[in-house]
């Protein structure tokens, strides 16, 4: 087994709290040591053990690989135009979804698989190492499986997402939809996954459908993640506590009661800047959530029609202006929080034990990535000890 030390990191962030210098762990002067997939050791750089072989950072910052627990990348077709009419006045609304789910259906394999890989490749150069991804542009048995066997390819993180909306097939029949998506479909598709996620909005899924289709998918051995409280106030973050969903994401409106269930809860409030960006919409109030004390993550929730980035230091930079979270604060959430809302330790931080996914930052801090917002920073990326 070879070994690497990386040293002359000006700034490096580990997560790790056993260095006591508040939740990111920060060293000064630091170094780690790398073995085969592994990190092995992080300090100063005065301290390190020898090694075969050396990398030198050149002062730059180094932080974990961005974890993106979010995304919606199995999709064909463009939205240009609705992006553009709603940057014209009109509001958006969950029903954009079948302009993408007519191309996905019609695309090739080959196209759908190109398409993850291109924008998981594109993701990789802004620093994310971990990325999650959904199906819900398919809608049938034959094609929700088929996006999720293509997913598989890409990631481990793969979520069975075939209560996004009611298929256009079933618009007279939601029950009969939500029939089949805790049934013939879950059975076909979970295989694949990991997850189980639902839609739980105002033209989407109503709380007891949505309570349905996580407890089917619970039952085949998915673990439940929702799609909660994004375009209005409703059921779907205390159902995500209710279920000890890994996360409840979106939580845009948010009552009292619902910040008090997630503060109480292992479940992650993730945050996606990149939609209420991309739609003009109220933004999330990330400083509520955490000073109540819920784990707050950060996603892009890539996808072609609310949120088309990849870009995980966009949402560190919006956290920052418009959340009201500090830059340590959006740091943390967009690899430890994501992470946690994998229910992953291996991953979002840089310790013994961990994996070495490593974004070098051509900067010497992390708070560079609020500071500079839409430079592109991110000059190197490892993942499981190589270099991306
Ligand atoms: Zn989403």
């Known amino acids: 087994m070879t070994s690497t030390l990386v040293h002359n990191i000006t700034t490096l962030v580990t997560n790790d709290p056993t260095w006591e210098t508040g939740p990111l762990g920060l060293i000064q002067n630091a170094a780690l040591v790398i073995e085969d997939q592994t990190i092995a050791w992080v300090g100063r750089s005065q301290d390190a053990p020898p090694t075969d072989t050396a990398h030198d950072a050149h002062g730059r910052a180094v932080i974990p690989g961005f974890v993106d627990s979010h995304s919606h990348l199995v999709f064909a077709g463009d939205r240009t135009q609705e992006f553009n009419a709603r940057m014209s006045g009109q509001a958006y609304a969950a029903g954009g979804i079948r302009t993408t789910v007519a191309a996905t259906r019609a695309a090739s394999d080959e196209e759908l698989g190109d398409n993850v890989a291109r924008y998981l490749a594109e993701a990789l150069r802004q620093g994310t190492t971990t990325l999650e991804t959904k199906?819900?542009?398919?809608?049938?048995?034959?094609?929700?499986?088929?996006?999720?066997?293509?997913?598989?390819?890409?990631?481990?993180?793969v979520t069975y997402l075939g209560a996004h909306i009611v298929a256009p097939e079933y618009a007279d029949d939601p029950a009969g939809y939500v029939d089949l998506v805790t049934g013939e479909m879950l059975d076909a598709c979970a295989p694949y996954a990991r997850w189980v996620d639902v839609f739980c909005e105002k033209g989407a899924f109503d709380g007891d459908q949505a309570r349905a289709v996580l407890t089917a998918g619970k039952a085949k051995g998915l673990m439940p993640r929702v799609h909660a409280n994004q375009l209005t106030y409703g059921p779907g973050v205390q159902l995500a506590v209710e279920l000890e969903a890994a996360s409840a994401d979106h939580c845009t409106h948010l009552t009292d009661a619902d910040v008090d269930a997630l503060a109480n809860s292992r479940t992650v409030a993730t945050l996606l800047p990149g939609a209420e960006f991309s739609t003009r919409a109220q933004w999330p109030d990330a400083r509520r959530l955490l000073d109540a004390g819920a784990t707050v993550a950060l996603s892009t929730d890539c996808n072609p029609g609310s949120s088309f980035t990849s870009s995980m230091p966009f949402c560190v930079a919006l956290a920052v202006r418009d959340m009201k979270m500090t830059p340590d604060e959006a740091i943390w959430s967009a690899t430890a929080g994501g992470a946690a809302a994998l229910r992953r330790t291996d991953i979002g931080r840089l310790a013994p034990g961990a994996r070495a996914d490593l974004a070098f930052l051509d900067a010497p801090s992390h708070v560079h990535l609020a500071y500079r917002p839409g430079v592109p920073l991110v000059s190197e990326v490892w993942r499981a000890g190589r270099r991306a």
């Not at 049938?140 to 481990?156: M, N």
């Open 135 to 157: 199906s819900g542009y398919g809608l049938t048995v034959h094609d929700e499986a088929r996006a999720l066997r293509i997913a598989a390819e890409h990631t481990d993180e």
